[in-house]
């Protein structure tokens, strides 16, 4: 069997540097961590984290496994490798330490995809997708490009036609960003993420973020300055381009964004920073330090409108992965040709065939990993969902996904579900000696004193509801006691009125001579009691506020002409003439109809019994109120002995007539008129009088015009039914 | 022309007595009954040609007894004429609902009443 290993033999002190590096390059896993952490939404923040180590164990698990063998194994026609699979560390150190320089390498590509596709992803659709890359996307390519690094271990194509990227621009930085852009593409925007309403989606921690960023730094220092594999006079030169190029990518970019924004924005230094970085990866061995910081320039400005594109786009990347690796990383590769010295690089070619050669590499790369890549996903898609569903996304991949939480996240769970469920029984977890904790204990106080004020409310509301129902079954006894008052009162006297009716014809049918006038007066003062108990009733009635008013359509041409029949005996016992007006553009009003007319038969039988020889007119007219309403009058005139103003004060009071001596010449029961004014009250009208001694009175009973047909008052029948 | 026959439903037996001579005096056939129950038995077994019915009545009330007559087969088709003790629209609309004719007011007054009838059975 093939070893190709035989042949490799550093250094004590270059493997010393290269194992130095390779810790450099695991730092920068702790800085993508906090990067990506920082930079997305704290309910997923745990998410993002969780990601980063797990994909750092399947990259690790799979190289071992066979994406070192494939990469780095001796060439078969240039596609891919066929030894060292699952090597023994034992092994020959030199091999072993490469190996572990390789491994930490291809955690760096895995891990640049998780920042790009954040917030939105299944995490066991992330996992696949940290396998199909570390497996099968980066080791091939990096065969292509970088196989035969080991020494005659044969050589990759691409290397075999002069492919240079020195730490990996493309192999490693672009392999990453095609791979998310396919990613992104596939899974779609996050909610929200190109909404026209204010806010965008902000990072929860940029001070995280910016620490991140600083510490890739650190560890590309070790990632370019370890690619030499040795500790030679190329390291410093290495390093000094890499940490230039970092500089002036940050600084072109923050530049960039104050001439756009007016502002130095945070994502685009950090972004600039890594821009640069990764663009002087493929060419930090060839260029001078301006080289150096002309890449930087050029990659932070790409990368500043590299995001802006993707913005244009709607292309949702959560931390700007794809501009920074992908789009850096392929020019970073270009610049080789643009601004490396030839001698340095080493492949013989001119400057316009190197770029050719790597133009030829970049475009490898790209079809290769986002082509693969997108085809996979689509497909696996289409199967299994890579996307989380719209809820789980809402409420926060640290919970859907990984079931862990903030305390603070906890806590306003716990109070966003007594919210919405309205109900404040239960008190919140309260975690002591703990700031949330203190938020917790204060409003779990907050919910007893809300509590307290419910129950006194339902107190008081279970308080007045008894109330009402004891008012109203109050309100009843009492009606029921009139009701049966009025049938009480009436019997006897209906006895009375019909039993001297009876005398009258027995003693007709017995042939006995007898003047009517004796039993007449009976019947007179019977009747004249039952009047009197009307009006009693009437007016405790009105007192008890027990009237009940319905009020409905109402013809007054037809009111006014059965109420001319009516009043005619009575208008023509002392002699007088009686005469209805009515307007013209009056014919239906909505009131009590009964009410009205016991009303107007008061006021025209008083009419009557005031006057001799003489007119009775009743008037009737609509005028217009001072708001725009409309009332309808009634004036009774009579032409009869009139009232004096003292009188015309009192007149409307209960129990009190014009005339109340012992020889009363004219019978009242004195309340007629206080009983049609409170009907009058009751109807929303009211009456008054205008007299004259001598000449006689008017009295003006008007009530408003309804617009509709409605019942007044709480205590109709129907109001009064309702509440049994 | 033959006498018309009436049932009086009255609880008050001087009202009613008072009832029977003034109808009698009119020429009317007068049966008694004291109460809603011995009314209806009354009227389904004498098959009068009118009813007056005090609304007033103890135990089962009249409007009961109206709705009850005008649902039996057997007095259905017979006038009810209800006697109330006041005119309030309430009266009013409860007599017509239960399916009352036509209605007077206590104290009763005869010609009216007379009016009334001979109205109904024509």
């Excluded at chain 1, 704290?42 to 994909?55: E, T």
């Excluded at chain 1, 809300?450 to 009402?468: H, I, P, S």
């Excluded at chain 1, 008037?619 to 009332?631: A, I, N, R, V």
Aim: hydrophobic content about 45%.
């Amino acid at each position: 069997m093939h070893d190709s290993s035989l042949h490799m033999e550093l250094a004590n002190l270059d493997i010393s540097w290269v194992l130095i590096s390779a810790a450099l390059v695991l730092l920068m896993q702790v800085g993508f961590c906090l990067l990506e952490s920082g930079l997305v939404r704290a309910k997923n923040s745990i998410n993002v984290a969780i990601k980063n180590m797990s994909d750092l164990c399947i990259s690790s698990v799979f190289y071992w496994l066979f994406g070192f063998g494939i990469m780095f194994g001796f060439s078969w026609n240039g596609w891919l490798g066929t030894e060292f699979f699952m090597i023994d560390s034992r092994d020959n150190p030199s091999l072993v330490s490469f190996f572990v320089f390789q491994l930490v390498f291809c955690g760096t590509a895995t891990t640049i995809i998780s920042g790009a596709v954040a917030e939105r992803m299944r995490f066991s659709a992330y996992l696949l997708i940290a396998a199909i890359s570390s497996g099968i996307i980066y080791p091939f390519f990096g065969h292509w490009a970088w196989g035969g690094a080991i020494p005659e271990s044969g050589q990759g194509w691409l290397a075999s036609k002069g492919f240079v990227d020195f730490a990996g621009s493309t192999v490693v930085h672009s392999v990453g960003g095609w791979v998310a852009l396919a990613a992104i593409l596939v899974i779609g925007p996050r909610l929200g993420a190109f909404s026209n309403q204010a806010k965008p989606i902000q990072g929860h921690n940029l001070t995280l973020a910016s620490a991140g960023v600083i510490l890739l730094w650190v560890g590309w220092i070790g990632f370019n300055g370890g690619s030499t594999l040795a500790l030679n006079e190329q390291v410093p030169h290495i390093i000094a381009n890499t940490v230039i190029s970092g500089a002036f990518g940050g600084t072109a970019s923050m530049l960039t964004a104050y001439a756009y924004y007016r502002k130095a924005r945070t994502w685009a230094i950090m972004n600039g920073i890594i821009g640069g970085l990764v663009g002087i990866t493929a060419c930090c061995h060839v260029v001078s330090t301006s080289g150096a910081a002309i890449v930087g320039i050029t990659s932070g400005i790409l990368c500043f409108f590299g995001m802006r594109a993707m913005e244009r786009y709607k292309i949702d990347d959560a931390v700007g992965a794809v501009p920074a690796h992908a789009f850096c990383g392929a020019w970073g590769t270009l610049c080789v040709a643009f601004f490396g010295l030839p001698e340095l690089w080493d492949t013989g070619l001119g400057r316009f065939e190197q770029l050719t050669v790597q133009a030829t590499g970049l475009m490898t790369c790209l079809a290769w990993s986002f082509g693969l890549a997108y085809i996979l996903l689509k497909s696996i898609n289409r199967y299994m969902p890579l996307r989380v569903t719209e809820e789980e996304e809402r409420a926060g991949l640290n919970v859907s996904e990984h079931g862990a939480s903030t305390e603070l996240i906890d806590l306003i769970t716990e109070m966003g579900e007594q919210e919405r469920a309205g109900s404040f029984s239960k008190r919140v977890h309260v975690e002591p000696h703990t700031e949330v904790g203190q938020i917790a204990a204060e409003y779990n106080r907050v919910l007893n004193r809300v509590e307290n004020e419910f129950y006194k409310r339902e107190r008081a509301l279970t308080a007045v509801q008894k109330a009402q129902i004891e008012a109203y079954r109050a309100n009843e006894v009492k009606s029921e006691f009139l009701a049966n008052m009025s049938h009480e009162l009436r019997t006897p006297l209906g006895i009375i009125i019909g039993y001297i009716e009876l005398i009258k014809d027995d003693l007709r049918e017995a042939g006995v001579n007898f003047s009517d006038e004796d039993f007449d007066t009976i019947i007179h003062a019977s009747k004249h009691l039952l009047n009197l108990i009307n009006g009693v009733l009437d007016i405790s009635k009105i007192e008890a506020g027990h009237t009940q008013i319905s009020i409905n359509y109402v013809n007054v041409p037809a009111l006014v002409e059965d109420l001319e029949r009516s009043v005619l005996p009575l208008v023509m016992e002392n002699n007088n003439t009686f005469k209805a007006e009515i307007a013209d553009d009056l014919d239906i009003i909505y009131t009590d109809h009964i009410k009205l007319e016991q009303c107007l038969l008061n006021l025209i039988s008083n009419a009557a019994k005031f006057t001799s020889d003489g007119t009775i007119t009743l008037h009737t007219y609509k005028e217009k109120t001072e708001d725009g309403e409309e009332d309808i009058y009634f004036d009774v005139t009579d032409t009869g002995i009139g009232m004096s103003a003292k009188d015309t004060a009192k007149i409307f009071e209960a129990f009190t007539q014009v005339d109340s001596t012992q020889t009363r010449k004219y019978e009242g029961t004195g309340l007629g008129l206080a009983i049609t004014k409170n009907f009058a009250e009751l109807l929303g009208g009211d009456v008054t009088v205008a007299s004259e001694i001598g000449k006689g009175s008017t009295f003006s009973l008007y009530l408003p015009c309804k617009k509709s047909a409605e019942s007044e008052g709480p205590f109709t029948e129907s109001a009064v039914k309702n509440k049994t | 022309m033959s006498q018309l026959s009436i049932v009086v439903i009255e609880d008050n037996a001087a009202l009613s007595q008072m009832i029977k001579r003034r109808l009698e005096h009119l020429n009317y056939a007068v049966h008694l009954a004291d109460s809603g129950e011995t009314g209806k038995d009354t009227c389904r077994k004498i098959k009068p040609d009118i009813i007056l019915l005090d609304i007033h009545l103890p135990g089962k009330d009249g409007w009961t007894i109206a709705t009850e007559l005008k649902s039996d087969p057997a007095t259905k088709s017979t006038p009810i004429i209800a006697v109330t003790a006041h005119a309030m629209a309430g009266d009013r609309e409860k007599a017509i609902r239960s399916g009352c004719d036509d209605y007077v007011t206590k104290p009763i007054d005869f010609p009216t009443l007379n009016e009334k009838i001979q109205y109904l059975v024509d």
